[in-house]
DNA sequence: TAGAAGCAGATTTTT
DNA sequence: TCTGCTTCTA
């Protein structure tokens, strides 16, 4: 037991011992959360609690295999069964796989990801935005809206449309066995509403739940909780109300604001002591989030000591601020420290172009987190869609995907021919090839026929043997269908190809590590898993701040705070939630924080021309002295480099239409030039 | 059917 | 400015 507790503070011990009832946790940054819930865990199984009684509950898989290596390295004594902990999604897969008879469906659904969201959705031709559609109706299933009422209550046209898409996109779902993410809650929590005895047998297997980031519960995870306490209250959720970042996704801040209203006799219990960061970082948060006025109060306390002045650094455009950041990574690592304690962080996507570009010039390692994800890329979707034609060939959706890739001369024409006669059959599209081709043979050319009938015969050649022949599975797809081969002759395929080995490889290691698992596990695993983190990678860290979430840099650079850009302003901007994204943001830094801004960046086309966020203010950082600014504008005398012209010094700065000019003498030459159109030497 | 050229649209995205 | 999708042509 002592292990437990040593290397805890009074606040996590009493969050630890709490194990009956209702407890909220408010777990301010880096206070010491992951610990605080798997201590628990350990000290529950200590404690007697029969482990399948305990379940953890988290949002990303990455969270999940931390708390559970770093719970069981606090418990020394082998057990039988470790506890479940697993993702909301990944808890509604299981769910489903043992109850989803109830709903009058089969347990070898595909799960399909957004991609193949949209790719359905976009089948159905709406004449409205597909993003709008595809949010749309995620919101009808997560408030378990049916699509007849969906249409029924609609007044607008346009949500008349949308509601009817909606139906369409269920009853493919249905037809093709699919379940998309959203299922995955609203399914089982529709099963245990309508089935008092499920909802009340699921409670009384998890008598004691945790669960991790509670800020970023939606409604429906909500009410699935409620069913899952049905038969006690031992619920313990941990989260953090400033750190509530995925409201514009559906996350409900008023889940963690309002817990101990929901729940009678909640105790709740606050972590404010923070072991991340300096008092000087700290101190900036606390005053930037203190502006916000939905929250529990909580003031984070350092340990660490001051440290550094947290910096403000400005710049003329996004190039000088990306050289800046560079030159300023070049002196860290000049310094001793670490690429991978080092990391730069942005509210926009399309503000790391002109950092990658700082970067790479000065040939500084870096990794971009986010982006497409690995399974979210077309090639391995591609073989990933292979093996689920394997696994299950009526699965026509993977079909249509792989039918002509590589390019086999069956397009579109013919596909829709197929989709055609299957439908008036009422069969799938390989029971339509294989039992139907005196109807299909004479509306396709020879040719055509005989490629669709052996594409067939070799899908069902693999699927008859998947199992048994597991570890030569991959091998066998690539001699067949040659989809590595297809990729190698593509331009620009490199990475394209590294990708499809990497897959392959990760196949092997499945099938070596789980010799017992089938192939229709390993398409399950592989569709809630998100990103394979590439941590050891020796590099800079390059991201957006809601990627950022959960992880800790030594040195930190947040760059475009700027009017506009962070705060982000447009129709439905939440301020407190951009708020709670600079909080985020900040107390993501450990020892040195640097803040940037630019004058003016290229966006949409255009320049535009910004002034500095309000969040500097806020924060205290730009006072009524700019003391701790500094200014990295144009002075006469400076030397700078144009593309063309090559080097000169700098003769006069004046401003003209919110730009700077320069005139500069290039080997004595003068010439007026935009100050974006040069860089500092 | 497949590649080339033209055109709109461009926040964040744990599963 | 750049990307991804639709339309056009061989």
Redesign the pocket.
């Given at each position: 037991m002592d292990k437990i507790f040593d290397s805890l503070n009074q606040d996590q011990i009493e969050v630890v011992k709490q194990i009956d009832g209702p407890i909220l946790v408010l777990a301010g940054a880096g206070s010491g959360k992951t610990k605080t819930i798997t201590s628990r865990v350990a000290y529950l199984i200590k404690n007697g609690i029969p482990p399948s009684s305990i379940l953890t509950l988290t949002?990303?898989?990455?969270a999940a295999s931390e708390m559970r290596s770093r719970a069981l390295s606090l418990i020394d004594n082998d057990i039988l069964h470790f506890p479940l902990l697993c993702?909301f999604?990944?808890f509604g897969l299981l769910f489903l796989k043992h109850h989803i008879q109830y709903i009058n469906r089969s347990n070898n659904f595909v799960i399909i990801d957004?991609d193949d969201k949209k790719r359905i959705i976009k089948s159905f031709e709406p004449d409205l935005p597909l993003p709008l559609v595809m949010s749309e109706i995620s919101k009808y299933k997560n408030n378990l809206i049916e699509p007849d009422d969906a249409i029924n209550s609609a007044r607008l046209l346009n949500y008349k449309k949308i509601a009817t898409i909606y139906k369409k996109y269920e009853e493919y779902l249905a037809q093709n066995n699919l379940v998309d993410?959203d299922d995955l809650l609203a399914l089982p929590y529709k099963i245990l509403e309508e089935n008092e005895e499920v909802a009340i047998q699921t409670s009384q297997r998890y008598q004691y739940i945790m669960v991790d980031?509670y800020q970023?519960t939606n409604d429906l995870q909500f009410k699935l909780l409620k069913k899952l306490t049905h038969t006690h209250q031992n619920l313990c959720v941990v989260g953090d109300d400033d750190q509530s970042i995925?409201g514009?996704?559906g996350?409900n801040i008023k889940n963690i604001l309002d817990f101990d209203k929901e729940f009678e006799d909640t105790k709740v219990v606050k972590l404010e002591i923070n072991y991340r960061s300096t008092n000087n970082i700290l101190n900036i948060a606390n005053e930037l989030i203190s502006h916000n006025r939905n929250r529990h109060k909580k003031l984070l306390k350092g340990i660490i000591g001051e440290g550094k002045d947290v910096e403000l650094i400005s710049h003329e455009n996004e190039m000088a601020e990306a050289d800046t950041i560079a030159k300023r990574i070049k002196e860290l690592l000049d310094s001793g420290e670490n690429l991978n304690d080092i990391a730069i962080l942005y509210r926009?996507?399309?503000l790391s172009r002109s950092i990658e570009d700082g970067l790479n010039k000065a040939a500084i390692p870096y990794k971009m987190v986010?982006g497409v994800?690995f399974y979210e890329r077309a090639e391995i979707k591609d073989i990933i869609s292979y093996l689920r034609v394997i696994a299950n060939p009526n699965d026509d959706f993977s079909l249509k995907r792989v039918i002509?890739k590589p390019?086999r001369?069956?397009?579109?024409?013919?596909i829709d021919k197929l989709i055609y006669g299957s439908s008036s059959h009422n069969c799938s599209i390989i029971e339509y090839i294989k039992l139907y081709k005196d109807e299909y043979k004479k509306l396709l050319s020879s040719k055509v026929y005989k490629t669709i009938n052996s594409f067939t015969q070799d899908i069902e050649k693999l699927s008859k043997q998947k199992d048994k022949n597991i570890e030569t599975l991959i091998d066998d797809i690539e001699d067949i269908f040659g989809i590595k081969t297809y990729y190698q002759m593509l331009p620009d395929s490199q990475d394209r190809v590294a990708n499809i080995e990497e897959f392959y490889g990760l196949f092997r290691d499945f099938v070596i590590q789980y010799p017992d698992r089938t192939l229709d596990e390993f398409l399950n695993d592989i569709s809630?898993q998100?990103?394979q983190d590439q941590l050891d990678e020796r590099s800079v860290s390059v991201m957006?701040i809601?990627?950022s979430k959960g992880l800790e840099f030594k040195h930190l650079f947040v760059i475009g705070l700027e009017e506009g850009f962070f705060p982000?302003l447009?129709d439905?901007t939440d301020l407190e939630e951009e708020r709670r994204l600079g909080y985020v943001a900040f107390t993501r830094a450990k020892r040195e924080l640097v803040l940037s801004y630019s004058n003016s960046r290229?966006y949409?086309?255009k320049r535009a021309r910004l002034t500095k966020s309000r969040f500097l203010s806020e924060s205290g950082i730009v006072k009524g002295s700019l003391k701790l600014e500094r200014k990295s504008s144009y002075k006469k005398g400076m030397l700078v480099k144009h593309k063309i012209f090559g080097i000169g010094r700098v003769i006069e700065v004046s401003k003209i239409k919110g730009d700077t000019k320069l005139k500069i003498n290039f080997g004595g030459t003068y010439r007026d030039i935009l100050s974006s159109f040069v860089e500092r030497v």
């Amino acid at each position: 037991m002592d292990k437990i507790f040593d290397s805890l503070n009074q606040d996590q011990i009493e969050v630890v011992k709490q194990i009956d009832g209702p407890i909220l946790v408010l777990a301010g940054a880096g206070s010491g959360k992951t610990k605080t819930i798997t201590s628990r865990v350990a000290y529950l199984i200590k404690n007697g609690i029969p482990p399948s009684s305990i379940l953890t509950l988290t949002f990303t898989n990455k969270a999940a295999s931390e708390m559970r290596s770093r719970a069981l390295s606090l418990i020394d004594n082998d057990i039988l069964h470790f506890p479940l902990l697993c993702t909301f999604h990944k808890f509604g897969l299981l769910f489903l796989k043992h109850h989803i008879q109830y709903i009058n469906r089969s347990n070898n659904f595909v799960i399909i990801d957004s991609d193949d969201k949209k790719r359905i959705i976009k089948s159905f031709e709406p004449d409205l935005p597909l993003p709008l559609v595809m949010s749309e109706i995620s919101k009808y299933k997560n408030n378990l809206i049916e699509p007849d009422d969906a249409i029924n209550s609609a007044r607008l046209l346009n949500y008349k449309k949308i509601a009817t898409i909606y139906k369409k996109y269920e009853e493919y779902l249905a037809q093709n066995n699919l379940v998309d993410f959203d299922d995955l809650l609203a399914l089982p929590y529709k099963i245990l509403e309508e089935n008092e005895e499920v909802a009340i047998q699921t409670s009384q297997r998890y008598q004691y739940i945790m669960v991790d980031e509670y800020q970023d519960t939606n409604d429906l995870q909500f009410k699935l909780l409620k069913k899952l306490t049905h038969t006690h209250q031992n619920l313990c959720v941990v989260g953090d109300d400033d750190q509530s970042i995925y409201g514009w996704r559906g996350a409900n801040i008023k889940n963690i604001l309002d817990f101990d209203k929901e729940f009678e006799d909640t105790k709740v219990v606050k972590l404010e002591i923070n072991y991340r960061s300096t008092n000087n970082i700290l101190n900036i948060a606390n005053e930037l989030i203190s502006h916000n006025r939905n929250r529990h109060k909580k003031l984070l306390k350092g340990i660490i000591g001051e440290g550094k002045d947290v910096e403000l650094i400005s710049h003329e455009n996004e190039m000088a601020e990306a050289d800046t950041i560079a030159k300023r990574i070049k002196e860290l690592l000049d310094s001793g420290e670490n690429l991978n304690d080092i990391a730069i962080l942005y509210r926009i996507n399309s503000l790391s172009r002109s950092i990658e570009d700082g970067l790479n010039k000065a040939a500084i390692p870096y990794k971009m987190v986010g982006g497409v994800k690995f399974y979210e890329r077309a090639e391995i979707k591609d073989i990933i869609s292979y093996l689920r034609v394997i696994a299950n060939p009526n699965d026509d959706f993977s079909l249509k995907r792989v039918i002509n890739k590589p390019k086999r001369g069956i397009g579109k024409a013919t596909i829709d021919k197929l989709i055609y006669g299957s439908s008036s059959h009422n069969c799938s599209i390989i029971e339509y090839i294989k039992l139907y081709k005196d109807e299909y043979k004479k509306l396709l050319s020879s040719k055509v026929y005989k490629t669709i009938n052996s594409f067939t015969q070799d899908i069902e050649k693999l699927s008859k043997q998947k199992d048994k022949n597991i570890e030569t599975l991959i091998d066998d797809i690539e001699d067949i269908f040659g989809i590595k081969t297809y990729y190698q002759m593509l331009p620009d395929s490199q990475d394209r190809v590294a990708n499809i080995e990497e897959f392959y490889g990760l196949f092997r290691d499945f099938v070596i590590q789980y010799p017992d698992r089938t192939l229709d596990e390993f398409l399950n695993d592989i569709s809630l898993q998100s990103d394979q983190d590439q941590l050891d990678e020796r590099s800079v860290s390059v991201m957006s701040i809601h990627a950022s979430k959960g992880l800790e840099f030594k040195h930190l650079f947040v760059i475009g705070l700027e009017e506009g850009f962070f705060p982000l302003l447009g129709d439905g901007t939440d301020l407190e939630e951009e708020r709670r994204l600079g909080y985020v943001a900040f107390t993501r830094a450990k020892r040195e924080l640097v803040l940037s801004y630019s004058n003016s960046r290229f966006y949409k086309g255009k320049r535009a021309r910004l002034t500095k966020s309000r969040f500097l203010s806020e924060s205290g950082i730009v006072k009524g002295s700019l003391k701790l600014e500094r200014k990295s504008s144009y002075k006469k005398g400076m030397l700078v480099k144009h593309k063309i012209f090559g080097i000169g010094r700098v003769i006069e700065v004046s401003k003209i239409k919110g730009d700077t000019k320069l005139k500069i003498n290039f080997g004595g030459t003068y010439r007026d030039i935009l100050s974006s159109f040069v860089e500092r030497v």
